[in-house]
């Protein structure tokens, strides 16, 4: 098989970042990548779907990264890993590695290590530059779950049409189960018998960068990895629900100017020229004239040490800097002046945040359990609503019209190959009963 033959494969099964953005994958595949790193980390508190991934299908991963480093010529694959989850893994898969081309690499149990750019330095050295993606250094960054999927895309011909969930917080018993793409939320949650959310609001990822769900019409996509459950009065719900104009004015009335936003900054202590503090005080007082305040938010990843670490004034300044960087990329505005960091500050290391310091600033040590079950549960949704943007690029188009009949993993919207975007598919047998802007709807 060569590159040209895996990027189409990839492309119409339609697999894209499991983790993240959802970045059509076969869009990262580049003869120019020497390192391909398998993003392990299970970045977030609570969540653990790679966890299950990584334990029972090790045998599977290493398979689709020798052959993603036969298609590439990538000199070696190293899976980037917290240390206290390497019980996990199988030993004698693990012992079957040494001195092959597939690599474990035990990185620290901090946060955000599942940051592309923190994740590059911890297990290749290399410092990814300002405003670069990793193959600018020749790294190809990618998730556990996207690696299951080019497993089963090649081998078994199965497209993306179930994604593995994390179900968490403050429910009886932290769950993963294997949910069909376009499932609405709330039934996935009356399904495992979690319905009930009076005085409870759902996050669809982790508690640090997660997203409210609107169990009205939210349903599963190719990136949702987590969902997890906290009481409404929770410090991390009235977080995210703070309108970034109250950031605003807590800004101008509040900062104090001690710049440990800066200091603690993930990607500044990777040698970045990211100094949060100077964004709150021109946002908050209005100083226009620096515009490279402003125009620094593009290298921002949002991982909020800055709000919930660092910052004592609740200011949230990663909710500003998020906000000016959506706002730079509506308008097409760029930083000219990236820098290539050579080495890291010297102040790094005694600067990391422990998970554990994470989880307790975070206000929820009592939902950690000892142990996430993996739940064989069959799930037979009546109606599927299978959504045209589950990726980074253009939405998909649909391909079928109302009263269509359709297959399970049959396509039912696409990009064009040559733009950025990827294909859908269904996830049950049914009948196509609408077409919208946002969904392709299927019945049983």
């Known amino acids: 098989m060569n590159l040209e033959e895996l990027q189409k494969i990839v492309y119409e099964a339609g697999i894209v970042g499991a983790g993240g953005a959802g970045f059509p994958t076969h869009r990262k595949f580049s003869q120019n990548v020497e390192q391909i790193v398998v993003n392990a980390a299970e970045c977030e508190p609570l969540m ?97 779950e996207t690696v299951y999927n080019i497993y089963k895309a090649v081998n078994e011909s199965e497209p993306v049409i179930y994604k593995y969930v994390t179900i968490g ?3 009886p018993k932290d769950i993963t189960v294997k949910v069909p793409v376009g499932m609405k939320i709330i039934d996935l949650f009356n399904a495992v018998g979690y319905g009930n959310l009076d005085g409870k609001e759902v996050i669809n990822g982790g508690p640090m960068m997660g997203k409210l769900v609107d169990l009205e019409t939210d349903v599963i996509t190719k990136t949702t990895k987590g969902l997890l459950v906290f009481p409404k009065t929770h410090g991390i719900v009235q977080r995210i629900k703070m309108p970034v104009n109250v950031a605003l004015k807590r800004s101008s009335a509040a900062c104090c100017g001690c710049t440990m936003c800066s200091d603690l900054c993930p990607r500044y202590l ?33 991982c909020g040490i800055c709000s919930v670490i660092a910052c004592q004034q609740n200011i949230l300044p990663s909710k500003v800097s998020m906000e000016i960087k959506a706002a730079l990329g509506r308008n097409g505005l760029k930083r000219q002046n990236n820098i290539k960091p050579e080495t890291v500050r010297p102040e790094r290391a005694s600067r990391l945040v422990s998970s554990n310091k994470l989880i307790d600033r975070l206000g929820i040590r009592r939902y950690v359990k000892p142990r996430v079950e993996k739940i064989d549960m069959e799930f037979n949704p009546n109606t599927v609503y299978i959504e045209l943007s589950q990726h980074v690029g253009k939405p998909a188009k649909a391909t079928v019209k109302v009263g269509d009949r359709v297959l399970k993993g049959q396509t039912v919207a696409a990009v064009d190959y040559n733009e950025l975007g990827t294909c859908m598919h269904a996830s049950i047998d049914g009948t196509v009963t609408a077409v919208t802007d946002r969904f392709v709807v299927i019945g049983r």
């Open 270 to 302: 990777l040698g970045y020229n990211l100094q949060v503090h100077k964004t709150v005080r021109a946002a908050g007082h209005g100083e226009v004239r620096d515009t490279e305040a402003f125009l620094q938010n593009a290298l921002c990843c949002g």
């Open 48 to 144: 653990m779907v790679d966890h299950h991934i990584l334990e029972s299908h090790l045998r599977e991963l290493v398979e689709a990264l020798n052959l993603l480093c036969d298609v590439m010529d990538a000199k070696e694959a190293i899976i980037g890993i917290k240390s206290k989850n390497m019980h996990l893994l199988d030993s004698g898969i693990v012992a079957s590695l040494k001195r092959s081309r597939i690599k474990i690499k035990e990185i620290p149990d901090v946060y955000p290590a599942g940051d592309e750019v923190v994740l590059t330095y911890e297990t290749t050295g290399k410092i990814i530059p300002e405003g670069a993606i990793p193959v600018m250094v020749g790294v190809m960054v990618i998730n556990v």
């Open 169 to 171: 917080g403050d429910v």
